[in-house]
């Protein structure tokens, strides 16, 4: 049995820079229409696919190593299963985002101000929502790390005795 990562904090940053870019995507999509910023756009753009992926890749190496602890096996299939599925969907509406964002940045969108505002709202409130259910479950597997620590602790000072 492999250890379980126990280091979060990379794992925080990148949430923290979803969560703030979400913010930025709500501002967008409350003003519209309105003059959209190209450097934001840019920045959004260029960075949003990597850090997605990033934060993917983080979550299956950090948060389903813990699964197991909070988890029977049958759960933790399903919540695997279910959790690949969400990212999946996730890249795909993150790519959407990142091609609406560059054809507004240059002043190309050929989508209504209506259906960019729904796809940015989409995005943002999936993203958050994600990031909300992945701490949570962060939460719990850190919470049973500790317990788990907590009775080897307890075992090997009886032991010890």
């Not at 229409?33 to 950090?62: M, V, W």
């Not at 960019?116 to 479950?137: A, K």
Request: charged share 30%.
């Amino acid at each position: 049995m492999k250890p379980i990562p126990t280091d979060f904090t990379e794992l925080e940053r990148c949430y923290d820079q979803l969560m703030s870019w979400c913010d930025v995507l709500q501002a967008i999509a409350d003003f519209l229409p309105c003059h959209i910023d190209e450097d934001i756009c840019d920045r959004i753009s260029d960075g949003l696919l990597p850090l997605l992926q990033t934060t993917h890749e983080l979550e299956e190496r950090l948060i389903s190593s813990g699964l197991g602890l909070i988890m029977d096996a049958a759960e933790k299939a399903g919540a695997e299963q279910r959790r690949r599925a969400g990212r999946l969907i996730d890249r795909g509406a993150a790519r959407d985002v990142v091609v609406t964002l560059e054809t507004l940045g240059e002043g190309r969108c050929r989508l209504s101000w209506e259906a960019v505002g729904y796809q940015l709202r989409s995005f943002f409130c999936s993203t958050r929502g994600h990031i909300r259910s992945e701490r949570e479950i962060m939460r719990l597997v850190q919470r049973a790390m500790e317990t788990a620590a907590r009775l080897q602790e307890a075992t090997d000072q009886t032991e010890a005795a």
